[in-house]
């Protein structure tokens, strides 16, 4: 399939007939090729995301490649933004860990010239204008993974080199810190755990007992670098050392930068990349679709395989989650493949599913992926509903999570769960309100593909029920689909950071899953 070229674009309707033998346009048929191919890349080399700036960071500092570091410090310094700051200008307090990970590298590792200075001035600047996203009372729910630990370790190590970062803007957060380092004080902290997951920011002591079957460190490169920074001199963990570096030269392949030291914020992914993969598919109604059968099926044996009596989680080296159990169970009972059903009952609480023991804050979209399996199934999910519509904005959508930065994400998973039409009549009004002028959505100052994505499949849901917003939504949805077509090109990721683990990250295939689903269920609407 040939990439756009300035001369045509891809889903310009070719002469002639407009439907191919298979009853498909020509625009349906790209894009159903595209999906095919995607599909079936799904979970590959441990799954597919960005260069994260913070595990980079880290790597290059504290577990430098044997390659050198020079070509991980030169992507670093080209990540940097005008503004002094690093990861997506958009999420504000998503920012300062990756900006103060990427000043310590480049005061350690870079080199000692004007341009080096001048990038580590910058970003302190940067982080002395972060004030006012850190002076909160009560706990943000979109808060980055770990932060409370992270970023005052950071801190610690800046204040060490004499570097002049604004401690005292964190107070707040380095009190949440003590409290979860005085929880973990008192756990017995085993291997494929969330404590795990966040060693940089508390560990101490390399107990080669916390090393996974990834070879690594809480399947996390940051948490890995830092465990083997913490083992240098130990001759008797030699062997553990060199299965962590191992799995940080493996942990490469999760990018698409092919630099020595540039690895993605968590790996491997590959279960959550063929769970959410196909829950795109599940959500634009498309997972049985039979023209995909042949490439869903064999990840639909996958999941159901790796599904044990406590769930499953978003890699086999990784503890169950409640989110991942959902959304799988969402998908294995869609497609008719045999479930346990009891397999949800340990993250089932009074008012929320949870994703993990012990966590501090729910998630919405945990909850809703929750509501959406019981409804598959067949079990009453109000409870869960009700406390979905008390988490909800004025205007009807659902803005905050745990696990993702866009409202548009969160508000139309939110809305495939909850189904019923009537009482989200606020929420259909604002989405149809909150369409940009170019006919996609965003939940920043311009359309994203992927965003737009999100909210076609549930409106083309809403519009079957037959809502008496059905010329509204029929006129929106030409629009989206105009957009989308523009934004079109065949087998090119959406490249933008809106999922949150310890930095933003952007898991491309699945993003790119929700966009194609998208896309594929408005070409079948037109067919």
């Known amino acids: 399939m040939a990439i756009a070229s300035m001369h045509a674009h891809p889903l310009t309707p070719a002469p002639g007939p407009s439907k191919e033998k298979k009853g498909l346009t020509r625009a349906a048929e ?3 090729a595209d999906l095919r191919a995607l599909i079936a890349d799904l979970g590959k080399n441990g799954g597919l995301q960005n260069g994260s700036v913070y595990d980079t960071a880290q790597v290059v500092r504290l577990a430098p490649p044997e390659q050198g570091t020079d070509m991980a410090v030169e992507w670093l310094l080209e990540q940097q933004h005008a503004d002094g700051g690093w990861d997506n200008p958009r999420v504000l307090r998503a920012r300062d860990t990756p900006t103060l990970a990427a000043i310590l590298a480049l005061h350690v590792r870079g080199k000692k010239d004007k341009r080096t200075r001048r990038a580590i001035e910058r970003g302190l600047k940067f982080l002395h204008k972060q004030r006012p996203f850190w002076t909160w009372t009560e706990q943000p729910d979109d808060l980055l993974v770990g932060v409370e630990l992270t970023l005052p370790r950071l801190l610690k190590d800046a204040k060490a080199l004499e570097l002049k970062v604004p401690v005292g803007q964190y107070a707040a957060l380095i009190k949440l810190g003590e409290r979860r380092c005085e929880k973990l004080s008192r756990m017995k902290i085993i291997p494929g755990t969330p404590p795990v997951h966040s060693w940089e920011g508390w560990g101490t002591e390399p107990d080669p007992a916390l090393l996974d079957k990834s070879g690594g460190v809480g399947l996390s490169p940051a948490a890995t670098a830092a465990w083997l920074h913490a083992a240098e001199g130990r001759p008797e963990l030699a062997e553990s050392c060199a299965s962590a570096r191992r799995y940080l030269k493996n942990a490469e392949a999760g990018t698409d930068v092919g630099l020595p030291g540039v690895v993605p914020p968590s790996w491997p992914i590959n279960l959550m ?3 959410w993969g196909l829950y795109a598919l599940l959500c634009a ?15 639909l044996d996958v999941l159901g395989a790796s599904m044990r009596s406590e769930g499953i989680g978003f890699t086999e080296f990784f503890m169950p989650d409640g989110d991942c159990t959902a959304v799988t169970l969402a998908l294995l009972k869609s497609a008719n493949r045999p479930v346990n059903l009891a397999v949800l009952d340990p993250y089932k609480s009074e008012h929320h599913c949870r ?3 012990f966590e501090s804050n729910a998630s919405l979209t945990t909850t809703a992926h929750a509501v959406m399996a019981l409804n598959i199934i067949g079990e009453d999910s109000s409870r869960w509903v ?4 008390r988490s909800q904005a004025e205007d009807g959508r659902w803005l905050l999570d745990k696990w993702q930065t866009s409202w548009l994400y969160v508000t139309a998973h939110v809305m495939h769960a909850i189904q019923d039409a009537a009482a989200m009549r606020t929420s259909i009004k604002t989405l149809l309100r909150l369409q940009k002028e170019d006919g996609g959505w965003g939940a920043g100052d311009h359309s994203t593909s992927v965003e737009t994505a999100f909210a076609v499949p549930v409106l083309i849901e809403l519009q079957d029920k037959g809502v008496e917003e059905g010329e509204a939504i029929r006129h929106a949805l030409e629009r989206a689909n ?4 523009r934004a079109y090109r065949p087998f090119v990721p959406n490249r933008e950071p809106m999922w949150i683990a310890k930095a933003l990250y952007c898991p491309f295939r699945m993003d790119r899953a929700f966009e194609l689903s998208a896309m ?6 037109e067919g």
Not at 285 to 294: E, F, Q, Y
Not at 520 to 525: C, S
Request: proline share 8%; glycine share 2%; net charge positive.
């Open 30 to 32: 790209i894009i159903l």
């Open 273 to 275: 990349e063929q769970q």
């Open 285 to 299: 109604g498309l997972l049985n679709h039979p023209r995909l059968a042949d490439v869903v099926s064999p990840h």
């Open 355 to 357: 994703t993990y023991p």
């Open 386 to 389: 009700q406390a979905l519509f």
């Open 482 to 485: 105009r957009y989308l077509q």
């Open 520 to 525: 594929l269920a408005l070409a079948l609407k």
